[in-house]
Every structure is written in C-alpha cells, then in structure tokens.
C-alpha cells in the first residue's frame, strides 16, 4: 500500500560521460514517473537525480551488454505527495470537458510552458491536466473562449 510521504525510485544506466545520454535516461525516468502517477493514481513532487557508478554503496552490477563500456547509473527519486481516489478523480473539471475543448486546453497549456521555460521538455497529457485542474474551471474556459476566438486553436 503506497502511503503519502514515501519515496519511490526509478533508475537506469547509460554511458558515464555522455550528456546526451544521460538527458535520455533522465527524460525516461521522468516518464516513468508520470505513467506511474497517471496508471495508480498518485501525485509526485518533483523528480531529484543521483548518479552512481559500479562500485558505489548499494549500485548492482551493470548488466552483461555494459561489459567493457563505461557504464553510470542515474537514480531518480520522487516523493508521494497525494493520492486521488476514484471519486476524487470521477469529480475533476478535466474530466467534465468534451474531447475537444480538453485537446484545445492541453495544447494551450503546452505552449504557455514552453514560452515560460523555453529549456524545459513539453509536459505529458497527465501534466496538462494537472495545470487546467490548478489554475481553475473559470480561467480555463476563458482561456479557451479567447483562444478559440483568435483562431490559435479551432
């Protein structure tokens, strides 16, 4: 039984020294996180990074394909915030919207977070709601109303 404040981890190895690999790997736990979130039901706080090499305190063995790379292991740790019940989640505004006005939500959502953190990677579909639920059913509709009005979504 997952309890709120209980920390849960996610890990994976690539080539110790590549940076292209290691945003990869980073971005894959990231996701990792958000199916787990969105499958179980969970809210994490943010996801905090740890690379260890074989050989560090409780780092397992890389596995045989590392064999003569030079493999690390990046550690992702999150924390357990909340957890939403079925009702809580049957209630939501997001879930209220018609298929389209959620796709025009998402999609605005989207574009006002990469204008905000032009560096930072897009935000799943889980993401988006979870902004929409936050900034409130009012703001969001009218939001959507101006947008639709401006012709940047249709």
């Given amino acids: 039984m997952t309890r709120i404040g209980e920390v849960r981890e996610s890990a994976m190895w690539f080539a110790a020294g590549s940076a292209d690999q290691r945003d990869k790997a980073m971005r894959a736990i990231e996701h990792v996180f958000a199916l787990v979130a969105q499958d179980d039901g969970l809210v994490f706080g943010p996801v905090t990074f740890t690379e260890l090499t074989p050989g560090d305190d409780q780092v397992p063995e890389p596995p045989a394909e590392w064999l003569g790379e030079d493999p690390a292991l990046l550690v992702g740790e999150a ?72 012709g940047v979504v249709h």
């Fill in 79 to 150: 924390e357990v915030r909340g957890i939403r019940s079925l009702i809580q989640v049957a209630s939501r505004f997001v879930d209220t919207l018609d298929g389209r006005d959620l796709l025009r939500l998402r999609a605005l959502t989207r574009v006002a977070h990469q204008k905000a953190d032009p560096l930072a990677r897009p935000l799943t579909d889980f993401e988006c709601d979870e902004v929409i639920e936050r900034v409130g059913p009012a703001s969001a509709l009218a939001t959507l109303r101006e947008a639709v009005d401006q």
